[in-house]
């Protein structure tokens, strides 16, 4: 499957970003998906995760309350609308795919990331 994330921009803290990303290839709904996001010099982090069927999510601890994964199996397509955004929030992102969701950066298919800068 391959992935092309989109929405990325510079926002204001507080302010709010809506990220997309399109899969193509192998049918979507095959796959869990997840957002992924890596900060300058750091190690790449967990961000949410989204199930196939049931449509389950997991969220890491510092976006809980914030952050939304959603998908749209029709249009091959999963988001992450994020809102009360922080500096710290600064980070390329990316978006995931692997068959079993995890709340790891452990997945097997990735897309180009998005950057996503908050100013203070």
């Known amino acids: 499957v391959q992935l092309q994330a989109s929405g990325g921009g510079l926002v204001q803290a507080g302010g709010s970003l809506r990220l997309s990303c399109a899969a193509s290839?192998?049918?979507?709904?095959?796959?869990?998906m997840a957002w992924i996001r890596q900060a300058p010099g750091k190690e790449r982090e967990f961000v949410a995760c989204i199930t196939r069927r049931a449509g389950r999510t997991y969220y890491a601890d510092s976006v809980k309350g914030r952050f939304t994964i959603s998908r749209d199996n029709a249009k091959s397509t999963v988001y992450l609308q994020m809102n009360s955004l922080k500096p710290e929030d600064t980070a390329v992102y990316y978006c995931a795919a692997d068959v079993m969701a995890t709340t790891s950066v452990e997945y097997d298919y990735w897309g180009r990331g998005t950057q996503v800068t908050v100013s203070s």
């Open positions: 290839g192998r049918t979507f709904s095959s796959y869990d």
